[in-house]
């Protein structure tokens, strides 16, 4: 399955395995990726907590991507809500997601038909799980839990 224009998103705190595979499946799957990266306004209104700024995720998403997928078209687009570029651009043919975020594509393809446009697939992405077998987040390594490997931080 091949999409000339894929969207997916996240905050990406601590890129870890899971953003890693994220990442992987919407290159692998999109010519161009269109990353909705939250802002800082947006994480503290869903009552997120990172440990850097706007600027430094981008900073660090931008150093991740171009040594990884060097030659690859990208966006990185600020969001200030679930959907961004997903339904704002009639361009885009497919949202890579995670179990956590694929239920919004029920109403990501309402919005995007009252604009006109076709509905989005889906590609879902499993989540990587940790040693413990519950999944790798930013929140467990911020906790001090896991490392951005998914292996357990012993004490």
Same mark, same amino acid.
Do not use: C, Q
């Given at each position: 399955? %091949?999409?000339?224009?894929?969207?997916?998103?996240?905050?990406?705190? /601590?890129? /870890?395995?899971? /953003?890693? %595979?994220?990442?992987?499946?919407?290159?692998?799957?999109?010519? =161009?990726?269109?990353?909705?990266?939250?802002?800082?306004? +947006?994480?503290?209104?869903?009552?997120?907590?990172?440990?850097?700024?706007?600027?430094?995720?981008?900073?660090?998403?931008? @150093? +991740?991507?171009?040594?990884?997928?060097?030659?690859?078209?990208?966006?990185?687009?600020?969001?200030?809500?679930?959907?961004?570029?997903?339904?704002?651009?009639?361009?885009?043919?497919?949202?890579?997601?995670?179990?956590?975020?694929?239920? %919004?594509? =029920?109403?990501?393809?309402?919005? @995007?038909?009252?604009?006109?446009?076709?509905?989005?697939?889906?590609?879902?992405?499993?989540?990587?799980?940790?040693?413990?077998? %519950?999944?790798?987040?930013?929140?467990?390594?911020?906790?001090? =839990?896991?490392?951005?490997?998914?292996?357990?931080?012993?004490?």
């Amino acid at each position: 399955m %091949r999409f000339r224009r894929v969207a997916t998103g996240g905050t990406f705190d /601590h890129i /870890h395995a899971g /953003h890693r %595979r994220l990442l992987e499946k919407s290159f692998e799957v999109g010519e =161009e990726v269109i990353i909705g990266l939250t802002s800082d306004e +947006f994480v503290e209104r869903v009552g997120k907590k990172t440990e850097r700024d706007y600027a430094r995720r981008e900073e660090e998403l931008r @150093r +991740f991507i171009e040594e990884n997928y060097p030659g690859r078209r990208y966006v990185i687009a600020k969001l200030y809500d679930y959907f961004g570029p997903g339904i704002a651009d009639g361009d885009v043919e497919a949202l890579v997601a995670s179990p956590e975020t694929s239920p %919004r594509l =029920e109403l990501a393809n309402r919005l @995007r038909a009252e604009k006109g446009f076709p509905p989005l697939a889906l590609v879902t992405i499993e989540w990587v799980s940790a040693e413990d077998g %519950r999944p790798i987040s930013s929140t467990r390594i911020r906790k001090g =839990e896991v490392d951005p490997e998914g292996r357990l931080r012993r004490e």
